[in-house]
């Protein structure tokens, strides 16, 4: 099946797992609308989980993490203003250009991201389990708690503050910087196959694609802080986010790396993992430290 094909049939198989839940969340009898929204969540990935099952291909869940945000935070727009518009569009811009930059690394349903096949091989009597629970719902519940602090101030209603205009541009920028870690990135493999990419933004950082992840849903957080400091127990969903790209997505890349670019070690010493800046005025401060 040919690229164009695949995307046509995950695009239908998402509107109706779309439709699926916005009935399920108008339908269900709980009072809470968190509850709603979550249950309603958890069915819409089920519904994925299906397809990925049917079609043998568990990619069929990546599109997942930025697609179901926005779709989440239009349903709680109720009464249109200005500054629910202002959130939406940081959410939107970040959501439209993670999708695109799936869509253009997606080769068709034939193609299984290499992480879920070592998964796979790793776990094979389990592989249903570790699909279901470890590369959908686990994602799934984390995206879900770190979009909290959007949907808090989204369904309250709030006034944006000096501070909450800074962290709408932040949200921005962040995504901007995924945007242009992303296109180097492609850019140099599309040149350069198989050697250690160390140009543009990655010369600063190891991963400048997920500090700007990680930097957008941060934004998020400091939004609704700026709103209203009772926001603060949403900090859980961003904190199990960072907990996630630290322990398993980060580790998972870089063994990957040093094991087939021997020059990735020498790499890894002169960048930092995260922060794209320069590494020797860190090491400089370390140094004057310990005099």
């Given amino acids: 099946m040919n690229k164009r094909a695949s995307l046509t049939i995950i695009a239908i198989i998402y509107l109706f797992g779309i439709a699926l839940a916005v009935w399920s969340y108008r339908m269900l009898p709980y009072e809470s609308m968190l509850l709603r929204l ?72 034939a193609h299984q991201d290499w992480r879920y096949d070592h998964y796979k091989a790793r776990y094979q009597r389990l592989w249903p389990l570790v699909n279901l629970f470890g590369i959908m719902m686990m994602p799934t519940v984390i995206v879900f708690a770190a979009l909290m602090p959007a949907v808090f101030i989204m369904a309250d209603g709030f006034v944006f503050s000096p501070f909450t205009m800074v962290f709408v541009l932040t949200g921005l920028i962040a ?64 904190i199990a986010m960072v907990v996630l790209f630290l322990v398993i997505s980060i580790p998972l890349m870089e063994k990957r790396q040093r094991f087939k670019k021997p020059e990735y070690e020498t790499y890894m010493k002169r960048t930092n993992m995260l922060l794209p800046l320069p590494k020797e005025p860190f090491k400089r401060v370390h140094k004057l430290r310990n005099k």
């Fill in 38 to 109: 979550f249950v309603a969540d958890i069915i819409g990935t089920l519904w994925i989980f299906l397809w990925a099952t049917v079609l043998k291909n568990a990619s069929l869940y990546d599109p997942y993490w930025s697609v179901a945000p926005p779709v989440i935070l239009i349903g709680l727009v109720g009464t249109w203003s200005v500054s629910k518009g202002l959130l939406l569009m940081v959410v939107g811009f970040w959501s439209i250009r993670l999708t695109l930059n799936w869509a253009i690394e997606f080769k068709g349903l």
């Fill in 175 to 238: 995504t901007v910087i995924q945007w242009r870690s992303d296109t180097e990135l492609r850019a140099f493999r599309k040149h350069s196959p198989g050697s250690v990419m160390d140009q543009g933004l990655w010369s600063l950082s190891r991963h400048p694609n997920y500090f700007g992840e990680l930097l957008f849903w941060g934004s998020l957080l400091l939004m609704a802080l700026s709103v209203d400091w009772a926001y603060a127990y949403s900090s859980v969903g961003f």
